[in-house]
């Protein structure tokens, strides 16, 4: 969803191509030689590829001089502060909380952890409309794609402990890219249900090799 945003703000024309990862696309020959890595998502831009969210929206913003910010330092320790910490954070609360053997010191764990990224950003914002100031970036699109999905990891009430992260996230949410990345996908018949062989997809290290 950060990329999706980053190419509708930006009006970059672009090719969706499906990988369902329920299904394990990921894993395929094809796809690993865009991203050994086996995870969504991926861009081929000419001979350039590029994987991981959060570097594709550093290549598009230096490719395209868009949504970036002048202190350069500032950009890339934000980024940071979101590829290391908000995003793998916010995926580890999901996975434990769903797990089918559920571990109360992990749920604890990263719940905590995720609670205090949260608050550095409504710290952050306090004051500013974005999370480097005044101008729109690609830290507020990386953000973005993990705080959209709050109400999974920490349940449907969890900003209003946030005041200025809630704020910020309804003003991300109004913009009319935001509406049009969200529906990209959305007429693509992707598996949904989740079955033995979702999980081998999704986590095929929790299974000893055949």
């Known amino acids: 969803m950060k990329v999706a945003l980053f190419l509708e703000e930006s009006g ?17 020959t094809e ?27 550093l ?4 490719k395209t001089g868009k949504f970036l ?21 916010s995926g580890q609360a999901v996975h434990f909380q769903t797990a089918t053997d559920p571990i109360p010191y992990a749920i604890n764990r990263y719940r905590r952890e995720v609670e ?12 500013r409309s974005f999370i480097l100031g005044e101008t729109y970036t690609i830290i507020d699109m990386a953000a973005w794609g993990w705080i959209d999905r709050y109400p999974r990891v920490l349940g449907e009430n ?32 992707f598996k ?8 081998r997809a999704m986590f095929p290290q929790n299974y000893p090799k055949a």
């Open 12 to 28: 970059i024309p672009y090719e969706v191509i499906p990988i369902d990862i329920f299904k394990g696309d990921q894993h395929t």
């Open 116 to 127: 205090r990224h949260y608050q550095i950003l409504d710290q952050q914002l306090t004051d």
């Open 158 to 189: 969890a900003l209003t402990e946030f005041p200025q992260l809630a704020r910020w996230y309804s003003s991300i949410n109004d913009r009319p890219a935001t509406l049009k990345a969200k529906s990209i996908g959305k007429d693509i018949p």
């Open 31 to 57: 796809f690993k030689q865009f991203n050994p890595n086996s995870k969504v998502p991926a861009i081929v831009d000419g001979e350039t590829v590029v994987f991981d969210s959060n570097a594709i929206l």
């Open 192 to 199: 949904s249900t989740s079955d033995e062989e979702t999980l």
């Open 59 to 62: 290549y598009l913003g230096e």
């Open 69 to 89: 910010h002048p202190d350069r330092g500032l950009l890339l320790s934000w980024l940071m502060f979101v590829a290391t910490g908000l995003s793998p954070f």
